[in-house]
């Protein structure tokens, strides 16, 4: 009766976290009003960072940033932007493996730039990876419902800014948060 009770919790559980995405997808497409603060580009990613790596302790995860940005935006939303692809990237990298946070002040941008050592992605997947309910292997797909991609893209447009996906030459992805200068 025991697994039963497990079962139904942790059912339970992925249908909430599911209604909390498509409710904050629902929000973004619809005009969410942001809260803006200043704060700590890095202090974010920092604490976003801890976040992720407690429930990832076989992949390290590295965060680099040459000075630190102070940045006006909803922390909240960027908090959700980032954990989603560092916890994407956390998830495709593997145990044993480092995921690498970088941020550079450009002359035109702030960037963000997320890389893992994990498979890569197909180009028809790079074309789509941004898209709701999008995932590129539905067989071997056992967690999520392909939206936090999605959310993360458009945080990033209600910031009038935006992510890249790319793959790296040497292996792995690279995901790229682009702020414009203000």
Not at 105 to 111: E, H, N, P
Request: charge should be negative; glycine fraction near 10%.
């Amino acid at each position: 009766a025991k697994e039963y009770v497990n079962i139904i919790y942790s059912s339970g559980e992925r249908m909430r976290r599911l209604f909390a995405k498509v409710n904050l997808l629902c929000q973004l497409k619809g005009g969410i009003e942001l809260i803006p603060d200043e704060q700590s580009l890095e202090k974010c990613l920092r604490a976003v960072i801890t976040d992720v790596g407690s429930q990832f302790p076989d992949v390290g995860i590295e965060c680099s940033c040459e000075n630190d940005i102070i940045m006006n935006g909803d922390w909240d939303l960027l908090s959700k932007a980032f954990y989603n692809v560092i916890e994407n990237g956390c998830k495709f990298s593997g145990s044993g493996k480092t995921l690498r946070v970088t941020i550079r002040q450009g002359d035109q941008a702030t960037l963000v730039i997320v890389e893992d050592d994990g498979p890569g992605v197909n180009q028809e997947t790079i074309d789509r990876i941004f898209e709701g309910f999008f995932t590129e292997d539905i067989m071997h797909h056992h967690q999520g419902a392909g939206l936090s991609l999605s959310i993360s893209s458009l945080i990033m447009v209600h910031h009038q800014g935006k992510i890249e996906c790319e793959n790296r030459a040497q292996g792995g992805t690279r995901f790229t948060f682009s702020f414009p200068r203000s």
